[in-house]
Nanobody, 122 residues
Framework: VQLQASGGGLVQAGGSLTLSCAAS????????MGWFRQAPAKEREFVGA????????YYADSVKGRFTISRDNNANTATLQMNNLEPEDTAVYYC????????????????WGQGTQVTVSS
């Protein structure tokens, strides 16, 4: 599965951005999708994930209530809607695919997108 993340950019604090992750394969629907982020000099951090069916989501406490993950298995895409962004959300954001059940551990994921930069100014 090849993943292509897009939608990053520069936004002011309190603003919104929508990230998309496009998958190359029709078996996309067999994979849970996760979103991670990595700020400079920090380890990769779990943001949230969605089940392969799209009926279950799981978020890090730091983004709960502000970020929403969805997916469209017909279009082979996953989306991360980010609202009320804070400067602390500044990072490179990655989408990742894991066969069947989602996880918050990046080592569990099988495929990764190339990352997209999100910068939130104060």
């Amino acid at each position: 599965v090849q993943l292509q993340a897009s939608g990053g950019g520069l936004v002011q604090a309190g603003g919104s951005l929508t990230l998309s992750c496009a998958a190359s394969q029709r078996t996309f629907s067999s994979y849970a999708m996760g979103w991670f982020r990595q700020a400079p000099a920090k380890e990769r951090e779990f943001v949230g994930a969605i089940s392969w069916q799209g009926d279950s989501t799981y978020y890090a406490d730091s983004v709960k209530g502000r970020f929403t993950i969805s997916r469209d298995n017909n279009a082979n895409t996953a989306t991360l809607q980010m609202n009320n962004l804070e400067p602390e959300d500044t990072a490179v954001y990655y989408c990742a695919a894991k066969y069947y059940k989602y996880s918050s551990n990046p080592d569990d994921y099988d495929y990764w997108g190339q990352g997209t930069q999100v910068t939130v100014s104060s």
